[in-house]
């Protein structure tokens, strides 16, 4: 028999059980502990500054609701799309003329991104 739980249900379950089952005093220190793992980072790599969990979790938030505001500029404004639009010319024409060796990277990924754009579209134009 292969059970399957979904991941959300069970970390509620699993909370609500700890909680309803410990003392105040040993709630109170595992609340403790849960908000300081929240706001201690962990070990970083040499030379990197590493993140809170709460740190990491407002950056996602943050470039979620720029990528929203974005989508709607574009969406809503023809002139920002237009910007949008010639900028992206540019700048793809750049990375195609240039001769170095990092533009030749760009380009394999600027051509692997349209042709995976172009293979996932149904209207492709």
């Known amino acids: 028999m292969d059970l399957k ?5 069970m ?24 908000v ?4 201690t980072p962990e070990r970083g790599s040499y030379g990197v500054k590493p ?13 979620n609701a720029c990528h929203q505001v974005a989508a709607q500029m574009i969406a809503e ?15 793809i024409d750049k990375a195609l003329s240039a001769d170095t060796w990092e533009a030749e990277e760009v380009r ?5 991104a349209i042709a995976e754009s172009a293979a996932a579209s ?4």
């Open 77 to 91: 404004d023809p002139q920002f799309m237009q910007t949008v639009r010639d900028l992206t010319r540019e700048a």
């Open 11 to 34: 970390s509620q379950i699993v909370s609500k059980a700890i909680l309803e089952g410990v003392s105040a005093e040993q709630r109170d220190t595992l609340l403790a502990a849960a």
């Open 51 to 63: 993140k809170t969990p709460i740190q990491e979790a407002f950056e996602a938030a943050a470039k």
């Open 5 to 9: 739980f979904d991941q959300q249900l």
């Open 122 to 125: 149904s209207n492709w134009q």
């Open 36 to 39: 300081d793992a929240l706001i």
């Open 108 to 112: 394999r990924k600027i051509l692997g």
